[in-house]
């Protein structure tokens, strides 16, 4: 039986007064971030987890076969990684790497 868990997009139902809000479509995705010498990376699409930030962190790095993860957040995200960050001042586009 063929895999349907990649299936379909994101996009939020009710985004306050400008109603349903798409994400980038995975062909959008596809196309600005798999090119060139990045031709080999592989991004997964799979929406049916629903888990907090930090579960989903600690789960793809436990799964991951290379060790890298590269997860897009806002700087509440960052705090949300590390209990010691929680009070810190992170500037907006921030980055943090842990190893």
């Known amino acids: 039986e ?3 868990s990649d299936d379909y997009e994101l996009f939020l139902e009710q985004y306050g007064w400008i109603g349903e809000c798409s994400f ?3 062909q959008q995705i596809l196309d600005q971030f798999v090119v060139g010498k990045y031709k080999n990376i592989e991004i ?3 929406y049916r987890l629903i888990e907090s930030f930090h579960e989903c962190v600690t789960r793809l790095v436990r799964e991951c076969e290379t060790n ?3 997860c897009v957040t806002h700087r ?3 705090r949300a990684l590390d209990d010691r960050l929680k009070y810190s001042r992170i500037p907006y586009c921030g980055l943090a790497k842990y190893a």
Do not use: H, N, T
Request: hydrophobic content about 40%; proline content about 0%.
């Open 44 to 46: 997964r699409f799979d």
């Open 24 to 26: 980038l479509r995975k």
């Open 2 to 4: 063929e895999d349907k």
């Open 76 to 78: 509440e995200g960052i």
């Open 68 to 70: 890298i993860v590269l």
